[in-house]
Nanobody, 117 residues
């Protein structure tokens, strides 16, 4: 099973950018499909962006054209580049991994992103 640690959250003004990182350890990272979820206060957790073990990506409609997910298998890290941030992007962002064969899952502890002037 893989262990995940997120970093890169913080406070940013509307229109600004942040890059989240999710460092993995403990297993063969390249066999995992990776995604980012977020949860705003009083709302359910939602999928933001996905990147498969083969590199295919998918995004929630609300972030298409603004967010980019990528992965570095050599360094066991997945990134979420967030541009043109909006107040409605404020949430705790969680990294999630799912093994493409066994479906074993792991979650990170979350990192807070706050978009406010």
């Amino acid at each position: 099973q893989v262990q995940l640690v997120e970093s890169g959250g913080g406070l940013v003004q509307p229109g600004g950018s942040l890059r989240l990182s999710c460092a993995a350890s403990g297993s063969i990272f390249r066999l995992y499909n990776m995604d980012w979820h977020r949860q705003a206060p009083g709302k359910e957790r939602e999928l933001v962006a996905y990147i498969g073990s083969g590199g295919i990506t998918n995004y929630a409609d609300s972030v298409k054209g603004r967010f980019t997910i990528s992965r570095d298998n050599a360094n066991k890290t997945v990134y979420l580049q967030m541009n043109n941030l909006k107040p409605e992007d404020t949430a705790v962002y969680y990294c999630h991994a799912a093994h493409r064969l066994t479906r074993s899952e792991s979650w990170g502890q979350g990192t807070q992103v706050t978009v406010s002037s």
